[in-house]
């Protein structure tokens, strides 16, 4: 299982967002892409924050009792980004998603360059294609 690796089951075309984009655009991207959260990218495609379901309907439901319309990514992004790497394993990954609490880790290159997204869903795919490869070699 050591051998199974992120690269092998990462979403290399997830959505992603930038710092300027209106929360109200994103939210879009989120729900077309159906997933629970997204890279924000500088310029040059490197993570600078991160974007969450969450941190949308917490920002929603604000602005719904407020009456306010226009809102940021750059206001509400996370800028603690939790990622990994291609390379790592997809057991250490899935250690990492049941210590951390998160739904969805960018994939970045060693110089932090953005290349792609793997969630807990892939994690359990990629696991559950190796027992099923070893259940019928048994």
């Known amino acids: 299982m050591e051998s199974l690796k992120v690269n092998h089951y990462m979403n290399r075309r997830p959505v992603t967002f930038t710092d300027e984009m209106p929360v109200a655009e994103a939210v879009e991207r989120l729900l077309t892409g159906k997933q629970s959260g997204g890279a924000v990218l500088n310029p040059r495609n490197k993570v600078i924050g991160f974007l969450s379901e969450k941190d949308c309907i917490a920002r929603m ?8 319309q226009v809102a940021r990514v750059k206001e509400i992004m996370k800028t603690d980004v939790l990622a990994v790497k291609s390379y790592d394993s997809i057991i250490e990954v899935a250690q990492r998603f049941l210590n951390e609490g998160t739904k969805l880790y960018p994939v970045v290159d060693d110089d932090g360059y953005f290349i792609g997204t793997i969630s807990r869903a892939d994690v359990l795919y990629a696991i559950d294609v190796q027992l099923r490869d070893g259940y019928k070699r048994a």
Not at 61 to 68: A, G, K, N
């Open 61 to 68: 439901i604000t602005s719904s009792y407020y009456r306010e």
